[in-house]
């Protein structure tokens, strides 16, 4: 007769367990599969309009005129999204460059600059200096944080 009384309460156990392993599956799930490519699909249009963050100042100072002679610092603030050791930003060739955690996603965006004017350096995200060392007749354009320069 007293087994009566605990197999109501053995029934709503098991079925307790089967729904918490059903969420752990569910939640195993999204964990390695859905969100981390949701995440890296998001990763390339944040990462293009920081690249043009970045661009516009730097484009801007190649191409002002030669009465903006002499050295100026400009500061630039990234989407707090691209801050951090993870994600660096580097210049090659004219070329600005965005590496991310992820390998797949390197984002570049080239630089329209003047014939004379040269772009170096590479940072990680956040805030940015950009250096500007102008003469009459070409131009140096340094990125980093005033530590790395």
Do not use: F
């Amino acid at each position: 007769m007293r087994d009566r009384a605990i197999a109501p309460v053995v029934g709503k156990m098991l079925e307790l367990l089967i729904g918490l392993g059903l969420l752990a599956a569910v939640t195993a799930v999204m964990l390695t599969m859905v969100i981390p490519g949701h995440t890296a699909s998001l990763g390339e249009p944040t990462g293009a309009v920081a690249l043009n963050l970045l661009a516009e100042p730097i484009e801007d100072a190649g191409w002002s005129t030669s009465h903006t002679v002499g050295r100026r610092r400009i500061t630039v603030e990234l989407p707090p999204t691209i801050a951090g050791d993870g994600y660096r930003i580097e210049v090659n060739q004219g070329v600005l460059w965005l590496r991310q955690p992820d390998d797949a996603l390197a984002l570049r965006r080239p630089l329209q600059l003047p014939d004379g004017c040269q772009v170096e350096g590479e940072a990680t995200g956040g805030v940015i200096d950009i250096h500007v060392d102008r003469t009459v007749t070409s131009c140096t354009i340094s990125i980093g944080v005033d530590d790395d320069l």
